[in-house]
């Protein structure tokens, strides 16, 4: 397997192109009663402005892509660990926060998700006092560089944030690695 290991030289002006363009995306979406626009799929966005799941949609799903059974937020985008966290966020700056997108539940929500899910959804407190999804402990992120849904670019992603070295793998249904070569890096040079 290999590793990718990038400055956040490399990384910051693509960090920047993609929230500009969600923001301009977040200006063109529909909005009134019959607001429809948002998320992968179409419809209404599943995920509010703060990356919150919406509190009536399943926070975790799966998708089949890269050779796997893909844990996604309810838009459709891969959901990530780290092997560094186990029961705490360690990417909680601003900079980690905008690459590594926390999976987030309103206050007092409980995360759902598939039955054949083989680990367990939970959550923790984040520093920013929000409640971060996890499994089996392990706190759940998107990608910002994963485009649309079943991408995969960030599958043995090793970047450093705040004197934290992480190494970020997709999360599963069964709780494997994917095999090397199966990723979807779609071009992205991350």
Known sequence: MSTITHTRSEWLPRVALVATLAAVLAGCGGGGSGGGGGGYGGGQPTREPDGTADPGATTVLVEEASGASLLTDADGRTLYVSEQEQGEALCIGAECTAVWIPLTVPEG??????????????????????????????PLYTFALDTSGGETTGEGVTDTFDGVTFTWHAATVDGTRLEPGTSDDGGSGY
């Open 109 to 138: 929500g409980t995360p759902t998700g598939p039955a054949d899910l083989a680990g367990t959804l939970g959550t923790l407190v984040a520093q920013d006092g929000r409640a971060q999804v996890t499994l089996d402990d392990r």
